[in-house]
């Protein structure tokens, strides 16, 4: 059985029904509707919620003693597949309805959530403050597990009187299908600067507090946060190949080349493109091909008396082996392998090609392990200039 989704819009508006901030919130309605998506909308101003008095009972025993509404709201965004923040701007800011419900969430704002739900922030003023207005919003999302997709923000005075309707309602329905995509697919934005800085400073809060904020501290262990921010953010590193010995050598021809043609001419002797667009004609559409032209783009006064066998294996779109033979000012090019290349270049045949073409950065492309190199690596960096304009 489908699982019905439901997104829960907060309003913070006195206005209820009436007010731009709901008529904004219900642009995105229809939208969601096409994917089988409810959007339910709750008026804070119809609801009991008493004002926090600064106690800290919540976040030492995990809920607030008061008995109003607000508990059952915070269940329902916490069940919800996506949620909505939204406020008009009163005297710069959220409204004192949305705020009072911020104000009695600390109970949940040190617990982050594993759920990771989409969710929109939504804002309207008579010209100041919408844009901040709905970035507080945004980053309250978290409160409930959920993370902000964007922001749908516009200039009005007086009911229904926006400044370009038609492109607040473009854009209300551009971020309901981000929202409804990111729902169904579980979609997840790449951390921010802002998550490691909410990280780090809710981590070391809720360490040194950890005798007065017991139930947030036991929240925090039970979920190994603080084992780091990749297991708070459930994001890992990508574990890429670091070749050191290819760092050396471009650091020292950096230097030898300085000393022999003064700091102005400094330049990364790596290419990004070992074979760069001029070796060969522009017509070559294959791997193999582009390799074959390759001595025509020889540069004999760089190669010096420099001996040397490149070793190409290819893989991929093509399967082949090449190697080309430097010797006495010439370059040749010849089909299988080497019996002892100086330096062997593995890679998919696309990427080779990428490269060559300047599409892909050739020193990126070997850090990031998208080709492999074996040998003597100084070679590799010398190809720019062997095979030169």
Same mark, same amino acid.
């Given at each position: 059985?489908?699982?019905?989704?439901?997104?829960?819009?907060?309003n913070?508006?006195?206005?209820?029904?009436?007010?731009?901030?709901?008529?904004? +919130?219900?642009?995105?309605a229809?939208?969601?509707?096409?994917?089988?998506?409810?959007?339910?909308?709750?008026?804070?101003?119809d609801?009991?919620?008493?004002?926090?008095?600064?106690c800290?009972?919540?976040?030492?025993?995990?809920?607030? $003693?008061?008995?109003?509404?607000?508990?059952?709201?915070?269940?329902?965004?916490?069940?919800?597949?996506g949620?909505?923040?939204?406020?008009?701007?009163?005297?710069?800011?959220?409204?004192?309805?949305?705020?009072?419900?911020?104000?009695?969430?600390?109970?949940?704002?040190?617990?982050?959530?594993?759920?990771w739900?989409?969710?929109?922030?939504?804002?309207?003023?008579?010209?100041?403050?919408?844009?901040?207005?709905?970035?507080?919003?945004?980053?309250?999302?978290?409160?409930?597990?959920?993370?902000?997709?964007?922001?749908? +923000?516009?200039? =009005?005075?007086?009911?229904?009187?926006?400044?370009?309707?038609?492109?607040?309602? =473009?854009?209300?329905a551009?971020?309901a299908?981000?929202?409804?995509?990111?729902?169904?697919?579980?979609?997840? &934005?790449?951390?921010?600067?802002?998550?490691?800085?909410? #990280?780090?400073?809710?981590?070391?809060?809720?360490?040194?507090?950890?005798?007065?904020?017991?139930?947030? #501290?036991?929240? $925090?262990?039970?979920?190994?946060?603080?084992d780091?921010?990749?297991?708070?953010?459930?994001? &890992?590193?990508?574990?890429?190949?670091?070749?050191?010995?290819?760092?050396?050598? $471009?650091?020292?021809?950096?230097?030898?080349?300085?000393?022999?043609?003064?700091a102005?001419?400094?330049?990364?002797?790596?290419?990004?493109?070992?074979?760069?667009?001029?070796?060969?004609?522009?017509?070559?559409?294959?791997?193999?091909?582009?390799?074959? =032209?390759m001595?025509?783009?020889?540069?004999?006064m760089?190669?010096?008396?420099?001996?040397?066998?490149?070793?190409?294996?290819?893989?991929?779109?093509?399967?082949?082996?090449? &190697?080309?033979?430097?010797?006495?000012?010439?370059?040749? #090019?010849?089909?299988?392998?080497?019996?002892?290349?100086?330096? +062997?270049?593995?890679?998919?045949?696309?990427?080779?090609?990428?490269?060559?073409?300047?599409?892909?950065?050739?020193?990126?492309?070997?850090?990031?392990?998208?080709?492999?190199?074996?040998?003597?690596?100084?070679?590799?960096?010398?190809?720019?200039?062997?095979?030169?304009?």
């Amino acid at each position: 059985m489908t699982k019905h989704l439901k997104v829960i819009a907060i309003n913070g508006s006195p206005h209820s029904q009436g007010g731009n901030t709901s008529i904004m +919130t219900q642009m995105i309605a229809p939208w969601l509707a096409k994917e089988d998506i409810e959007l339910e909308e709750i008026f804070l101003a119809d609801q009991m919620i008493e004002f926090c008095v600064g106690c800290g009972l919540c976040i030492e025993k995990g809920t607030c $003693w008061r008995r109003d509404d607000h508990a059952r709201i915070v269940d329902q965004a916490l069940q919800a597949d996506g949620l909505i923040l939204a406020s008009p701007v009163y005297f710069g800011h959220v409204t004192a309805q949305m705020k009072v419900f911020i104000d009695r969430s600390l109970a949940y704002g040190h617990k982050p959530r594993g759920t990771w739900k989409p969710g929109l922030a939504i804002s309207a003023s008579a010209g100041k403050g919408e844009t901040a207005t709905a970035d507080y919003l945004a980053g309250l999302l978290g409160v409930c597990g959920t993370f902000a997709v964007g922001n749908l +923000t516009a200039i =009005a005075v007086g009911p229904g009187k926006f400044m370009g309707k038609d492109l607040v309602e =473009a854009r209300a329905a551009d971020l309901a299908t981000d929202l409804a995509r990111a729902i169904k697919e579980k979609r997840r &934005y790449p951390a921010t600067d802002r998550d490691l800085a909410s #990280y780090l400073f809710m981590g070391d809060l809720v360490k040194r507090q950890k005798e007065f904020m017991r139930d947030d #501290y036991r929240h $925090w262990q039970a979920a190994d946060f603080f084992d780091g921010f990749e297991k708070y953010m459930d994001q &890992y590193f990508t574990k890429q190949p670091y070749n050191e010995d290819m760092r050396k050598q $471009w650091i020292k021809d950096l230097i030898a080349q300085a000393a022999g043609h003064g700091a102005d001419r400094v330049r990364p002797v790596m290419p990004k493109r070992p074979n760069p667009v001029g070796t060969a004609p522009s017509s070559e559409v294959s791997c193999q091909e582009l390799l074959k =032209a390759m001595p025509g783009g020889f540069n004999k006064m760089a190669a010096g008396d420099l001996k040397a066998v490149f070793q190409f294996k290819m893989n991929g779109t093509e399967n082949f082996d090449a &190697y080309l033979t430097i010797a006495d000012g010439r370059c040749s #090019y010849s089909e299988g392998m080497h019996a002892s290349p100086d330096v +062997t270049i593995k890679s998919p045949a696309q990427v080779w090609l990428a490269i060559s073409r300047g599409e892909m950065d050739g020193k990126a492309a070997f850090m990031s392990g998208k080709y492999q190199v074996e040998g003597d690596l100084s070679l590799l960096m010398k190809l720019g200039s062997l095979f030169n304009r």
